[in-house]
């Protein structure tokens, strides 16, 4: 399974970005971040059908995770602050797993990250 993931980039403090993220199938799929000597943190999931989604508590409020019928997942991100500044990963679990859980470890299929920097 591949995940594309796109959408990364600079941007002020206050501003907007949208992630996507891409993979064919029926997964449950998360947003992580890691920031520079931090660990990966969850951001927001997601299952399959969409019906259930989940947002971290730093970001509640401000991002807001969907999905397409095509199955991409777009990670909605606004208010940005400079603390959100980190490696974005789309993650996903295997089929059988239709649930999101916020353990990195719990996710079987990586994309390679995109960069998002804000700066204040």
């Known amino acids: 399974v591949q995940l594309q993931a796109s959408g990364g980039g600079l941007v002020q403090a206050g501003g907007s970005l949208r992630l996507s993220c891409t993979a064919s199938?029926?997964?449950?799929t998360a947003w992580f971040r890691q920031a520079p000597g931090k660990e990966r943190e969850f951001v927001a999931g997601?299952?399959?059908?969409?019906?259930?989604r989940y947002h971290g508590e730093s970001v509640r409020g401000r991002f807001s995770i969907s999905r397409t019928s095509a199955g991409t997942v777009h990670l909605q991100m606004n208010s940005l602050k400079p603390e959100d500044t980190a490696v974005y990963y789309c993650?996903?679990?295997?089929?059988?797993?239709?649930?999101?859980?916020?353990?990195?470890?719990?996710?079987?299929?990586w994309g390679p990250g995109t960069l998002v920097t804000v700066s204040s």
């Open positions: 997601i299952t399959w059908r969409g019906g259930n």
């Open positions: 199938g029926r997964y449950a």
């Open positions: 993650a996903a679990r295997r089929e059988e797993y239709n649930s999101v859980t916020f353990t990195a470890n719990d996710y079987h299929y």
